[in-house]
């Protein structure tokens, strides 16, 4: 079964820290890029952090650089999104998405172009 598993995400103080993850399973990550990308009530999903290569382009979102760390492992099939110093414009769903598409080296910004995606996570920043 294709399918992408987000976990890790829950109720955190500002300031806190959380770590998600997603698990791939029924294709592999290593020919893919892949990304969290977050949705608020009311707003657009927005990319967060997208990776294609561990030893390549990176891309962070402007609100979060500094404080989210992405990383993959391919060996694993698992995506990783570290986040740290979080505040109350975190707060929204957190989904992994995985796309074929690769543009300079890392995947496409727009969450349109991606082709799997897992269930997402919740996390809320709220003291």
């Known amino acids: 079964q294709v399918q992408l598993v987000e976990t890790g995400g829950g109720l955190v103080q500002p300031g806190g820290s959380l770590r998600l993850s997603c698990a791939a399973s029924?294709?592999?990550?290593?020919?893919?890029?892949i990304g969290w990308f977050r949705q608020a009530p009311g707003k657009e999903r927005e990319a967060v952090s997208v990776i294609y290569s561990s030893d390549g382009r990176v891309y962070y979102a402007d609100s979060v650089k500094g404080r989210f760390t992405i990383s993959k492992d391919n060996a694993a099939n698992m995506l990783y999104l570290q986040m740290n110093s979080l505040n109350h414009e975190d707060t929204a769903g957190y989904y992994c998405g995985a796309t074929r598409l690769i543009v300079h080296g890392l995947g496409p910004l727009d969450p349109n172009e991606y082709e799997r995606w897992g269930q997402g996570t919740q996390v809320t920043v709220s003291s």
């Open positions: 029924g294709f592999r990550l290593d020919s893919y890029a």
